[in-house]
C-alpha cells in the first residue's frame, strides 16, 4: 500500500507547470506530511522569477490536494512550497491554504489550471502591498499579536548593523551541553563588561525558558518588535515562545527558517557588543538561514570527548566551513568528573575534543568538567550561581568558565583582524 509521501511524490511526478520542460517532480528534493499538513521543496532552477515559481508552488498544491483527496488519506490543510537553488539556499517560500480539490481519480496533470485555482493563498512573497498577517498556517507556530510574520519574504543581509559581534554556538548532537555553554558564554561575557544578547535558535529543543527562568515571562512586542527580555545581566530572546511545545518535530524543520528570521529581524536588540546565537544540533536548516541572513564573527562549537560526538562535531566544524563561517574555537564539555573523593574520573575519555580540533587545526577554548552545581542552576534558571564559588561547588567552576570567556575574547579579536573588522594597534611606552 502506498504511503501519503508515495501519493504526494507520485502526483508531482508528471505534474507540468509553465516555465519547466519537464515535470516539476524532477526537481523535488524533500517531502514531509503530517495530518494533512505538507511541506515540499524543490530545485528547479529553470523557474527563475518569484511569479513562475509561485504559480509552480499552486500547481503543486492543486495536484497534491486532488491526489489527497481521492486517496484515503486525510486532505491538505496547509502546504510550504520551498525552492532551492543547487546549494541549498533557500529562494523563495511559498505559503498555501488548502485550495479546493475535487476528489478525482483523474493523473495529477489533469489538475486544474492556475488560473482556475479557488482557494486564496494565506500569503505569497509576491504580494508586497498585502498587510502583514501572523502566520496562522503554519502547524505549532505560535503567533504574537502585532508581530508580522516575514518567513516567505526575502532575507535582510544583515540586519544587525548595531551589534558588534555575532557568535553561534553549535554542536553536532543534542545533549552535549550545546545552551549551557552559550548561556554561561553570555553570563560570563556581560560579567566582563560587555551588552550581550543571547538568541534560542534551538528550535528542536530550546532550553532558555528553563535555563534563564523565561517560563513565566510573557513575549511583549512593541512596536511591531520582539522585546528582549533583560535577565542576568543580558537580554535573551527565544524561539520557544514562538513554537507550539506540543508540536511534532517534522514540523519544526519547515518552520525553522521562518522562525528564525523573525526572531532576528523583528527583535529590538538595540547595541550590543556580543550576540550569542544557540543553534539547534547538527547541520541543519536554521544554520543555513542564519549563514544567509548575518554575518557573523564565527562560531563555536561544543563537543564531549567521546568518539562519536566528535565525529558528528567534525561534520558540524565542516558545515561551518562550507558557509565559510569562521570556526572560533572548540568546547570540550564534561570533559571528566570529580568525585566526593577529589579524584578525576576520565568518564567519556578526557581530551578527545582537544584532539579532535587540533587534528581540524581549530582552536581549543577549554574545557569544562560534569559539574553538579552547573546541572542544579542551570535547571532553576540562575545561570550567575554557575560564576560564585559559593553556589558553584568552589572555585573550579567559576574559573573553567571565566578562563573559556577569556580566551574566546582573544579568539574574536584574532578573527576581526583576519575579517578586517578591527585594525591592529601597537602601543608603545
Ligand atoms: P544541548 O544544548 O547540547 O542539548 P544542554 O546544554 O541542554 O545540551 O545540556 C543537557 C543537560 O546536561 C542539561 O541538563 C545541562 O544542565 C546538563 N549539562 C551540560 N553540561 C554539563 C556539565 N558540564 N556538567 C553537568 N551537567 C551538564
Given at each position: 500500500?502506498?504511503?501519503?509521501?508515495?501519493?504526494?511524490?507520485?502526483?508531482?511526478?508528471?505534474?507540468?507547470?509553465?516555465?519547466?520542460?519537464?515535470?516539476?517532480?524532477?526537481?523535488?528534493?524533500?517531502?514531509?506530511?503530517?495530518?494533512?499538513?505538507?511541506?515540499?521543496?524543490?530545485?528547479?532552477?529553470?523557474?527563475?522569477?518569484?511569479?513562475?515559481?509561485?504559480?509552480?508552488?499552486?500547481?503543486?498544491?492543486?495536484?497534491?490536494?486532488?491526489?489527497?483527496?481521492?486517496?484515503?488519506?486525510?486532505?491538505?490543510?496547509?502546504?510550504?512550497?520551498?525552492?532551492?537553488?543547487?546549494?541549498?539556499?533557500?529562494?523563495?517560500?511559498?505559503?498555501?491554504?488548502?485550495?479546493?480539490?475535487?476528489?478525482?481519480?483523474?493523473?495529477?496533470?489533469?489538475?486544474?489550471?492556475?488560473?482556475?485555482?479557488?482557494?486564496?493563498?494565506?500569503?505569497?512573497?509576491?504580494?508586497?502591498?498585502?498587510?502583514?498577517?501572523?502566520?496562522?498556517?503554519?502547524?505549532?507556530?505560535?503567533?504574537?499579536?502585532?508581530?508580522?510574520?516575514?518567513?516567505?519574504?526575502?532575507?535582510?543581509?544583515?540586519?544587525?548593523?548595531?551589534?558588534?559581534?555575532?557568535?553561534?554556538?553549535?554542536?553536532?548532537?543534542?545533549?552535549?551541553?550545546?545552551?549551557?555553554?552559550?548561556?554561561?558564554?553570555?553570563?560570563?561575557?556581560?560579567?566582563?563588561?560587555?551588552?550581550?544578547?543571547?538568541?534560542?535558535?534551538?528550535?528542536?529543543?530550546?532550553?532558555?525558558?528553563?535555563?534563564?527562568?523565561?517560563?513565566?515571562?510573557?513575549?511583549?512586542?512593541?512596536?511591531?518588535?520582539?522585546?528582549?527580555?533583560?535577565?542576568?545581566?543580558?537580554?535573551?530572546?527565544t524561539i520557544g515562545k514562538l513554537v507550539e511545545p506540543d508540536k511534532p518535530l517534522?514540523?519544526?524543520?519547515?518552520?525553522?527558517?521562518?522562525?528564525?528570521?523573525?526572531?532576528?529581524?523583528?527583535?529590538?536588540?538595540?547595541?550590543?557588543?556580543?550576540?550569542?546565537?544557540?543553534?539547534?544540533?547538527?547541520?541543519?536548516?536554521?544554520?543555513?538561514?542564519?549563514?544567509?541572513?548575518?554575518?557573523?564573527?564565527?562560531?563555536?562549537?561544543?563537543?564531549?570527548?567521546?568518539?562519536?560526538?566528535?565525529?558528528?562535531?567534525?561534520?558540524?566544524?565542516?558545515?561551518?566551513?562550507?558557509?565559510?563561517?569562521?570556526?572560533?574555537?572548540?568546547?570540550?564539555?564534561?570533559?571528566?568528573?570529580?568525585?566526593?573523593?577529589?579524584?578525576?574520573?576520565?568518564?567519556?575519555?578526557?581530551?578527545?575534543?582537544?584532539?579532535?580540533?587540533?587534528?581540524?587545526?581549530?582552536?581549543?577554548?577549554?574545557?569544562?568538567?560534569?559539574?553538579?552545581?552547573?546541572?542544579?542552576?542551570?535547571?532553576?534558571?540562575?545561570?550567575?550561581?554557575?560564576?560564585?564559588?559559593?553556589?558553584?561547588?568552589?572555585?573550579?567552576?567559576?574559573?573553567?568558565?571565566?578562563?573559556?570567556?577569556?580566551?574566546?575574547?582573544?579568539?574574536?579579536?584574532?578573527?576581526?583582524l583576519r575579517q578586517g573588522k578591527a585594525k591592529p594597534t601597537l602601543s608603545i611606552?
Amino acid at each position: 500500500m502506498p504511503t501519503t509521501k508515495d501519493i504526494i511524490r507520485d502526483s508531482l511526478a508528471t505534474l507540468r507547470t509553465p516555465g519547466l520542460d519537464t515535470p516539476l517532480g524532477d526537481g523535488l528534493e524533500w517531502i514531509a506530511e503530517c495530518d494533512g499538513f505538507v511541506s515540499l521543496k524543490f530545485h528547479a532552477p529553470a523557474l527563475d522569477t518569484p511569479d513562475s515559481r509561485a504559480s509552480a508552488a499552486r500547481d503543486a498544491r492543486d495536484a497534491v490536494a486532488a491526489a489527497l483527496a481521492s486517496a484515503d488519506t486525510p486532505p491538505v490543510r496547509s502546504l510550504i512550497v520551498e525552492f532551492v537553488d543547487h546549494a541549498g539556499t533557500v529562494l523563495q517560500t511559498e505559503r498555501l491554504g488548502p485550495g479546493n480539490p475535487k476528489p478525482t481519480n483523474a493523473k495529477p496533470q489533469n489538475a486544474p489550471p492556475p488560473s482556475t485555482k479557488a482557494a486564496p493563498d494565506t500569503r505569497t512573497p509576491t504580494a508586497p502591498t498585502a498587510p502583514p498577517t501572523p502566520n496562522t498556517q503554519s502547524p505549532g507556530h505560535r503567533p504574537i499579536a502585532g508581530l508580522a510574520d516575514t518567513a516567505g519574504q526575502p532575507a535582510h543581509t544583515d540586519p544587525l548593523d548595531s551589534i558588534k559581534h555575532i557568535i553561534a554556538v553549535g554542536a553536532g548532537k543534542g545533549g552535549v551541553g550545546k545552551s549551557t555553554i552559550a548561556v554561561n558564554l553570555a553570563v560570563g561575557l556581560a560579567r566582563q563588561g560587555h551588552a550581550v544578547g543571547l538568541l534560542d535558535g534551538d528550535i528542536y529543543g530550546p532550553s532558555l525558558p528553563t535555563m534563564l527562568a523565561l517560563d513565566a515571562l510573557e513575549q511583549s512586542v512593541v512596536a511591531g518588535k520582539l522585546q528582549p527580555h533583560t535577565v542576568h545581566g543580558i537580554k535573551a530572546i527565544t524561539i520557544g515562545k514562538l513554537v507550539e511545545p506540543d508540536k511534532p518535530l517534522i514540523w519544526r524543520g519547515p518552520m525553522a527558517h521562518g522562525a528564525f528570521k523573525q526572531l532576528v529581524e523583528q527583535a529590538s536588540w538595540g547595541e550590543l557588543d556580543y550576540l550569542i546565537i544557540d543553534l539547534p544540533p547538527g547541520t541543519g536548516d536554521v544554520c543555513l538561514t542564519m549563514a544567509q541572513t548575518l554575518k557573523l564573527t564565527g562560531a563555536v562549537l561544543v563537543c564531549t570527548p567521546q568518539r562519536v560526538a566528535q565525529d558528528d562535531a567534525i561534520r558540524a566544524a565542516r558545515m561551518f566551513q562550507q558557509l565559510k563561517i569562521d570556526i572560533l574555537g572548540v568546547v570540550e564539555n564534561m570533559s571528566y568528573f570529580i568525585g566526593d573523593d577529589r579524584k578525576e574520573y576520565d568518564i567519556f575519555g578526557r581530551g578527545g575534543a582537544e584532539i579532535m580540533a587540533q587534528r581540524m587545526g581549530l582552536p581549543f577554548l577549554g574545557a569544562l568538567p560534569i559539574n553538579i552545581p552547573l546541572r542544579a542552576n542551570s535547571d532553576s534558571g540562575n545561570p550567575t550561581a554557575n560564576f560564585d564559588p559559593a553556589t558553584a561547588g568552589g572555585e573550579a567552576l567559576p574559573q573553567a568558565l571565566q578562563s573559556l570567556v577569556t580566551t574566546l575574547e582573544g579568539q574574536v579579536a584574532l578573527a576581526s583582524l583576519r575579517q578586517g573588522k578591527a585594525k591592529p594597534t601597537l602601543s608603545i611606552r
